[in-house]
């Protein structure tokens, strides 16, 4: 018998093809896992920075609310504002309420309601004193 010892053993027919297949479907797998993540990042990304938006548009409410006095505020009592012209138009609602509080001033409470959802987003309350 003539054995050749640097000659390594041929794989049998097929098992080539096999690991083939094995590594594809490997390769699939991890490349389906990827594409989930990277959805769900981007999907978290457009929901920050809706929440961003709505955010920034109740602070602005906010702020032109302080240069009103307590009387005007307590007349804008129910009032809702877009973010945009109409409501058709935007994404997001402030809507307010004013109440007085004895004879020292009067509590604000602005809620920031996502339109396309309904949900409420953020409330902020705040008491301000007779000026």
């Known amino acids: 018998m003539n054995h050749d010892l640097n000659q390594s053993p041929q794989p ?6 096999i690991e083939v297949g094995i590594a594809i479907a490997l390769l699939a797998t991890g490349l389906t896992a990827v594409a989930g993540v990277l959805s769900t990042s981007m999907q978290n990304g457009a929901r920050s920075q ?3 938006t709505g955010t920034r548009f109740l602070e602005g409410v ?3 609310l302080d240069a ?6 307590l007349a804008m009592n129910g009032n ?8 058709a ?3 997001h609602r402030v809507h307010l309420t004013a109440t007085r509080v004895g004879l020292s001033g009067i509590n604000v409470v602005l809620a920031l309601t996502r339109l396309d959802t309904g949900v409420e987003v953020a409330r902020i309350a705040t008491f301000r004193a007779d000026r």
């Open 50 to 52: 809706q929440i961003n």
């Open 12 to 17: 049998e027919r097929g098992s080539v093809l």
């Open 89 to 91: 138009q935007s994404s």
């Open 68 to 73: 009103q006095d307590n009387s005007a505020v």
């Open 80 to 87: 809702a504002f877009f973010d945009r012209g109409t409501q």
């Open 62 to 64: 906010l702020s032109s």
